[in-house]
């Protein structure tokens, strides 16, 4: 059988030509796919959600904030700078008596000098016997040292206590989950406009009064302790130094105050014995030698023979 050499080269180059449009429809029909799956807003279980720009899952583009930051970028945590610490401290001290007032006034001055402020205080009666008084006063943190310095010069310091509570991770941790709730915030709040149907968009802004709830909650932690860190807190306790009890002299039985006076003067006069005979005792040794002497010389002479013829 002869072939056709021109019928064979027309019919390969229409498989060709077929192969390669069969390869360009499918890669039309795939791009059309994936550009719609993009934009499009799906219904899972009645709740609408981006299949690309929901706050959470896929790995498509990234939701935009309308100032053309993304809701990844907003969740970005800048580290802190330095440890947030929370300082909190106690005093007690005691002034002299009739000096409380004028110690009152000096803390709530010291204070308002450092920049702080008395944020509570309380004092009992000035006319019981021990009056007291006690102030809670904030100060900027670093100047909670010199405060402290200043009340200890206003009386005797009787106890002092100072903590310290490290609350950077608790605030780093804040600041993330508030950026995260604000992306997703405003990710719902596109999503609203989006909804389309009228139970959808009820769903979605029940979700959204619960992401704005969160954050208001975590605001306000976050904001406490903020303050907290950026002002020390100091308990100040004022008390009337006790003074020393005076002795009274008891009075003493007449029979028992006679025997202890008999006893003294008996005391002083046989020290005053003694001490005569202390002086005395050289007088009477020479005394005695002399004596001693002159009994030798007498005896001596009275046993000398007198010369003859006398």
């Known amino acids: 059988m002869r072939v056709n050499r021109k019928?064979?080269?027309v019919l390969g180059?229409?498989?060709?030509?077929?192969?390669l449009g069969a390869g360009l429809?499918?890669?039309?029909?795939?791009?059309?796919?994936?550009?719609?799956?993009?934009?499009?807003?799906?219904?899972?279980?009645?709740?609408?959600?981006?299949?690309?720009g929901a706050p959470?899952?896929?790995?498509?583009?990234?939701?935009?904030?309308?100032?053309?930051?993304?809701?990844?970028?907003?969740?970005?945590?800048v580290p802190a700078q330095g440890p947030d610490i929370i300082e909190t401290g106690s005093m007690a001290v005691s002034v002299r008596k009739g000096h409380l007032l004028s110690a009152?006034?000096?803390?709530?001055?010291?204070?308002?000098?450092?920049?702080?402020?008395?944020?509570?205080?309380?004092?009992?009666?000035?006319?019981?016997?021990a009056p007291t008084a006690s102030l809670v006063v904030r100060v900027p943190s670093e100047?909670?040292?010199?405060?402290?310095?200043?009340?200890?010069?206003?009386?005797?310091?009787?106890?002092?206590?100072?903590?310290?509570?490290?609350?950077?991770?608790?605030?780093?941790?804040?600041?993330?989950?508030?950026?995260?709730?604000?992306?997703?915030?405003l990710a719902l709040r596109n999503?609203?406009?989006?909804?389309?149907?009228?139970?959808?968009?009820?769903?979605?802004?029940?979700?959204?009064?619960s992401v704005e709830s969160e954050i208001e909650q975590l605001s306000a932690q976050q904001a406490s302790l903020e303050n907290q860190t950026a002002y020390a807190t100091l308990t100040v306790d004022l008390a009337?130094?006790?003074?020393?009890?005076?002795?009274?002299?008891?009075?003493?039985?007449?029979?028992?105050?006679?025997?202890?006076?008999?006893?003294?003067?008996?005391a002083v006069g046989g020290r005053a014995i003694v001490l005569g005979i202390g002086w005395a005792f050289p007088l009477l040794i020479v005394a005695g030698l002399g004596y001693v002497v002159w009994r030798l010389k007498r005896r001596r002479g009275a046993t000398t023979p007198s010369p003859a013829g006398s």
């Open 25 to 52: 429809m499918t890669q039309l029909h795939g791009f059309a796919s994936s550009g719609s799956s993009a934009t499009a807003t799906t219904v899972t279980g009645g709740f609408p959600s981006q299949g690309h």
């Open 143 to 185: 100047r909670f040292t010199p405060l402290v310095m200043e009340i200890a010069t206003l009386g005797k310091v009787d106890s002092q206590q100072q903590q310290g509570q490290d609350v950077t991770g608790q605030l780093v941790n804040l600041s993330a989950r508030i950026s995260n709730l604000q992306a997703e915030q």
């Open 7 to 9: 019928a064979v080269v």
């Open 191 to 209: 999503l609203v406009e989006r909804a389309g149907s009228i139970p959808n968009i009820l769903q979605v802004q029940n979700e959204l009064f």
């Open 56 to 77: 959470s899952g896929g790995s498509g583009t990234p939701a935009e904030t309308g100032t053309g930051v993304s809701a990844t970028e907003l969740g970005k945590v």
């Open 240 to 266: 009337v130094r006790p003074l020393a009890p005076v002795a009274r002299p008891r009075a003493e039985n007449t029979f028992a105050r006679g025997a202890k006076l008999a006893w003294h003067n008996l």
């Open 104 to 129: 009152f006034d000096a803390v709530t001055s010291d204070a308002e000098s450092e920049g702080g402020y008395v944020a509570d205080s309380s004092s009992a009666s000035q006319d019981s016997q």
């Open 13 to 19: 180059l229409v498989v060709v030509l077929l192969g």
